[in-house]
């Protein structure tokens, strides 16, 4: 797809596609996505594809678009054009008539129940306790019986090991705590796809590791879409099956963890590499 | 002096009658001016443009129009051809503090919940949860603990601005103690009237203190609250 | 003849003259010297609150709350009628005067306390006079928070000028009201009144929201 900047169609067409086996429809995928603020274009085009089950994590310097894609598809934020499938379904527009046109809001509400989020900041809501937290979507958004989400709920916080904090409040916890109520608060909801924003950045350093932890369990016991931006290189190679390098809104190179973190190929990603290591 | 407390022992029912008055007066015109600025201060930031421009434009109105010529206008021009309303005094009186007031907590509401973390709003999409349920179960609460300082600074505004209403021959607490300065003294008279002024100020402070750390604490200890300013422009 | 139609502008053009006069000699007079004397008065009492023995700032800040918690209507009558010698409008600047002081005295004390501490700890370590942190640290930087509230303040101020007709002074709303009486026309006096303060109000806490946002870091 020819470009103002990129004249050939070239950049950004092959990088992020997946081979798919025929009739599989993947968990996520972009279509000329871009995204601007005002002059500043984040997203020039973006291709990409997320197979079901797969664990993708994106790396790169900040400013190179990571966060933006995932607030894109949680539909913090609308792309500026191009069209985002979740499941093979649009998620926030359609082209029709070879025009754009931005789909209603309860269709998106609906598309967004498959899709959950943990931030950087936690977010858990400070105006209720742990257990009120994990409950509320599930009781008041899906529907389900407050009995079955508090049962649901007690299960989730021992997979996160705080099956005595149900009563407690949220700024009564440590970071590290908060975060892997965060987490129960968006298992609860049985996303499809995950999202985890920089999920360690605000954590002490000591207690990144009984986060990253948790995210292992849930990676290895659950076949939940993952979509990951981090800079714990070694979660990363661990937990991940493919890694995509982004910079300036692009994906300047992807493959294995291994392929990336042992042998990469890019001048950026080797420098990029070699200043967060 | 002994005459004067004689005198007012004298004037204690009609003192007590004003007394009821101004209270009434006080907590009617703040229970209005908190719906209204509740309905006021939602409006006044949805989307659609031009109810948010009805929101404002009240807003600003209420608040940039005096409340001694809002009172005057009901007072004075309802009666008259061809709105020909006869409202009471006192029914009078509590609309215009209750339009005013209101008015000014709209811009309260409004910016105590725009100040609500960006975090928490965004926590709500990434649950699914819709606009009315996302505002009555997470931001509203969180945004009342904010506003409660400031609500309580306005409520403070509203008991002195009472005071102004018996010029429009509603029978306050003031216009006893005015009748009382002819038969005591101008210094007795209205040192007991500031005095029973500002006990009621101070009793509805304490409450509303009360309030706000019933508030705050439902958020849980650690919560930093950013302190909104009031109508006026300054937290105290 | 009864004229029961809903407005007549004869009525605005008739009354306006002497609304406008007492707009200029009451409204404005009463706003301007009463603001004057509020910011230094509440800067005085900020000061005394800050730098006097415990006893005396106590005594300070009871007086203080007890005048803006009281009512400024009530406030207004007591000096009216305990001072019959001073005229009204004297009594009015007076009382708007030392009133605002005590909110104004508010806003100085969040102003400076709005410097952070680490700026006193700086001039500290830079050995700083106190003259010298005042006036090149604290000051500038207390200004940012301090203005634009005294602006608010200042627009209050006017806003509450009408309750002088408590103390038969007659304000831009008085001579509005005396019309009225006169020939039984309300309307025209008072919407006109209204959107007086209006014209003079809105356009006035616009510039200080874009003050307070130009000010702000």
Same mark, same amino acid.
């Given at each position: 797809?020819?470009?103002?900047?990129?004249?050939?169609?070239?950049?950004?067409?092959?990088?992020?596609?997946?081979?798919?086996?025929?009739?599989?429809?993947?968990?996520?995928?972009?279509?000329?996505?871009?995204?601007?603020?005002?002059?500043?274009?984040?997203?020039?085009?973006?291709?990409?594809?997320?197979?079901?089950?797969?664990?993708?994590?994106?790396?790169?310097?900040?400013?190179?678009?990571?966060?933006?894609?995932?607030?894109?598809?949680?539909?913090?934020?609308?792309?500026?054009?191009?069209?985002?499938?979740?499941?093979?379904?649009?998620?926030?527009?359609?082209?029709?008539?070879?025009?754009?046109?931005?789909?209603?809001?309860?269709?998106?509400?609906?598309?967004?129940?498959?899709?959950?989020?943990?931030?950087?900041?936690?977010?858990? %809501?400070?105006?209720?306790?742990?257990?009120?937290?994990?409950?509320?979507?599930?009781?008041? !958004?899906?529907?389900?019986?407050?009995?079955?989400?508090?049962?649901?709920?007690?299960?989730?916080?021992?997979?996160?090991?705080?099956?005595?904090?149900?009563?407690?409040?949220?700024?009564?916890?440590?970071?590290?705590?908060?975060?892997?109520?965060?987490?129960?608060?968006?298992?609860?909801?049985?996303?499809?796809?995950?999202?985890?924003?920089?999920?360690?950045?605000?954590?002490?350093?000591?207690?990144?590791?009984? !986060?990253?932890?948790?995210?292992?369990?849930?990676?290895?016991?659950?076949?939940?879409?993952?979509?990951?931006?981090?800079?714990?290189?070694?979660?990363?190679?661990?937990?991940?099956?493919? !890694?995509?390098? %982004?910079?300036?809104?692009?994906?300047?190179?992807?493959?294995?963890?291994?392929?990336? %973190?042992?042998?990469?190929?890019?001048?950026?990603?080797?420098? %990029?590499?070699?200043?967060?290591? | 002096?002994?005459?004067?407390?004689?005198?007012?022992?004298?004037?204690?029912?009609?003192?007590?009658?004003?007394?009821?008055?101004?209270?009434?007066?006080? *907590?009617? #015109?703040?229970?209005?001016?908190?719906?209204?600025?509740?309905?006021?201060?939602?409006? $006044?930031? =949805?989307?659609?443009?031009?109810?948010? #421009?009805?929101?404002?434009?009240?807003?600003?109105?209420?608040?940039?129009?005096?409340?001694?010529? /809002?009172?005057?206008?009901?007072?004075?021009?309802?009666?008259?051809?061809?709105?020909?309303?006869?409202?009471?005094?006192?029914?009078? &009186?509590? *609309? #215009?503090? &209750?339009?005013?007031?209101?008015?000014?907590?709209?811009?309260?509401?409004?910016?105590? *919940?725009?100040?609500?973390?960006?975090? /928490?709003?965004?926590?709500?999409? $990434?649950?699914?949860?819709?606009? =009315? /349920?996302?505002?009555?179960?997470?931001?509203?609460?969180? $945004?009342?603990?904010?506003?409660?300082?400031?609500?309580?600074?306005?409520?403070? /505004?509203?008991?002195?601005?009472?005071?102004?209403?018996?010029?429009?021959?509603?029978?306050?607490?003031?216009?006893?103690?005015?009748?009382?300065?002819?038969?005591?003294?101008?210094?007795?008279?209205?040192?007991?009237?500031?005095?029973?002024?500002?006990? *009621?100020?101070?009793?509805?402070?304490?409450?509303?203190?009360?309030?706000?750390?019933?508030?705050?604490?439902?958020?849980?200890?650690?919560?930093?609250?950013?302190?909104?300013?009031?109508?006026?422009?300054?937290?105290? | 003849?009864?004229?029961?139609?809903?407005?007549?502008?004869?009525?605005?053009?008739?009354?306006?003259?002497?609304?406008?006069?007492?707009?200029?000699?009451?409204?404005?007079?009463?706003?301007?010297?009463?603001?004057?004397?509020?910011?230094?008065?509440?800067?005085?009492?900020?000061?005394?609150?800050?730098?006097?023995?415990?006893?005396?700032?106590?005594?300070?800040?009871?007086?203080?709350?007890?005048?803006?918690?009281?009512?400024?209507?009530?406030?207004?009558?007591?000096?009216?009628?305990?001072?019959?010698?001073?005229?009204?409008?004297?009594?009015?600047?007076?009382?708007?005067?030392?009133?605002?002081?005590?909110?104004?005295?508010?806003?100085?004390?969040?102003?400076?306390?709005?410097?952070?501490?680490?700026?006193?700890?700086?001039?500290?370590?830079?050995?700083?006079?106190?003259?010298?942190?005042?006036?090149?640290?604290?000051?500038?930087?207390?200004?940012?928070?301090?203005?634009?509230?005294?602006?608010?303040?200042?627009?209050?101020?006017?806003?509450?000028?009408?309750?002088?007709?408590?103390?038969?002074?007659?304000?831009?709303?008085?001579?509005?009201?005396?019309?009225?009486?006169?020939?039984?026309?309300?309307?025209?006096?008072?919407?006109?009144?209204?959107?007086?303060?209006?014209?003079?109000?809105?356009?006035?806490?616009?510039?200080?929201?874009?003050?307070?946002?130009?000010?702000?870091?």
């Amino acid at each position: 797809m020819p470009t103002e900047s990129d004249p050939l169609g070239e950049l950004g067409l092959h990088t992020g596609a997946v081979e798919l086996a025929d009739g599989e429809i993947p968990a996520i995928r972009f279509e000329n996505v871009v995204k601007q603020y005002g002059s500043n274009t984040v997203l020039d085009g973006l291709n990409f594809t997320v197979r079901k089950g797969d664990r993708v994590t994106l790396i790169g310097p900040s400013g190179s678009g990571k966060t933006t894609i995932l607030r894109l598809v949680m539909t913090l934020e609308d792309s500026t054009d191009g069209y985002i499938f979740i499941d093979g379904q649009p998620l926030t527009h359609i082209e029709k008539d070879g025009r754009r046109i931005v789909l209603k809001d309860k269709y998106r509400f609906e598309m967004r129940k498959r899709i959950g989020m943990v931030f950087q900041q936690f977010n858990l %809501f400070p105006n209720m306790t742990v257990l009120e937290n994990i409950i509320e979507a599930p009781v008041h !958004v899906l529907g389900h019986s407050k009995a079955d989400a508090i049962t649901r709920a007690h299960e989730l916080l021992e997979q996160v090991g705080l099956p005595d904090k149900a009563k407690a409040h949220p700024t009564s916890l440590s970071g590290g705590q908060q975060q892997r109520v965060a987490i129960a608060r968006c298992l609860a909801m049985d996303p499809e796809i995950m999202l985890l924003d920089e999920v360690t950045s605000a954590l002490d350093p000591e207690v990144v590791g009984e !986060v990253l932890g948790i995210l292992r369990n849930i990676a290895a016991t659950t076949d939940v879409t993952m979509l990951i931006v981090t800079h714990e290189m070694q979660f990363a190679r661990d937990v991940s099956n493919r !890694v995509l390098m %982004f910079d300036a809104g692009r994906i300047v190179e992807e493959g294995s963890p291994a392929e990336i %973190f042992d042998n990469p190929q890019e001048e950026r990603t080797q420098a %990029f590499l070699s200043a967060v290591s | 002096m002994s005459d004067y407390f004689e005198t007012l022992g004298r004037y204690l029912p009609r003192i007590l009658d004003g007394l009821l008055i101004t209270v009434e007066l006080t *907590i009617g #015109g703040a229970l209005l001016a908190v719906v209204i600025a509740i309905g006021l201060g939602l409006l $006044a930031r =949805v989307e659609n443009f031009l109810l948010r #421009g009805f929101a404002r434009v009240v807003i600003e109105f209420f608040r940039g129009t005096s409340l001694v010529v /809002q009172l005057f206008f009901l007072f004075f021009v309802l009666p008259l051809p061809p709105f020909n309303v006869n409202l009471s005094p006192i029914v009078v &009186g509590l *609309i #215009g503090l &209750g339009l005013n007031y209101g008015a000014y907590g709209a811009e309260v509401v409004r910016g105590s *919940i725009n100040s609500v973390p960006k975090g /928490q709003w965004e926590a709500t999409t $990434a649950l699914s949860m819709s606009n =009315v /349920q996302r505002m009555v179960r997470v931001i509203f609460p969180q $945004a009342w603990a904010l506003m409660i300082p400031s609500l309580n600074n306005l409520l403070i /505004q509203l008991l002195k601005g009472t005071a102004v209403v018996y010029t429009i021959t509603i029978v306050d607490m003031t216009a006893i103690f005015n009748d009382m300065r002819r038969d005591t003294s101008v210094f007795f008279s209205y040192t007991i009237a500031l005095l029973v002024y500002f006990v *009621i100020a101070y009793v509805l402070s304490t409450l509303m203190g009360l309030l706000e750390r019933r508030a705050t604490a439902k958020l849980g200890r650690g919560i930093k609250l950013h302190v909104i300013p009031d109508a006026k422009g300054v937290a105290t | 003849m009864i004229d029961d139609s809903l407005w007549n502008w004869k009525h605005v053009w008739a009354a306006l003259p002497d609304m406008l006069v007492a707009f200029v000699k009451v409204t404005l007079l009463v706003t301007f010297a009463g603001s004057l004397i509020a910011a230094v008065l509440g800067l005085v009492i900020a000061l005394i609150r800050r730098s006097s023995p415990k006893p005396i700032s106590a005594i300070v800040t009871f007086v203080m709350n007890f005048v803006r918690m009281t009512p400024l209507v009530v406030q207004l009558l007591f000096v009216y009628y305990a001072v019959p010698s001073l005229p009204g409008l004297a009594v009015g600047i007076i009382v708007f005067g030392v009133h605002y002081a005590t909110f104004m005295a508010e806003v100085y004390r969040a102003g400076i306390e709005s410097v952070p501490k680490g700026q006193w700890e700086a001039t500290t370590a830079l050995s700083m006079s106190p003259a010298r942190t005042w006036i090149a640290v604290i000051i500038p930087q207390a200004v940012r928070a301090t203005v634009p509230a005294l602006g608010n303040y200042v627009i209050s101020m006017f806003k509450e000028t009408p309750f002088l007709v408590t103390i038969a002074v007659i304000d831009m709303v008085g001579a509005a009201q005396k019309y009225g009486g006169v020939h039984f026309r309300f309307t025209e006096v008072f919407v006109s009144a209204g959107i007086l303060f209006l014209i003079a109000s809105y356009p006035t806490s616009v510039l200080i929201g874009r003050l307070e946002k130009r000010l702000a870091y």
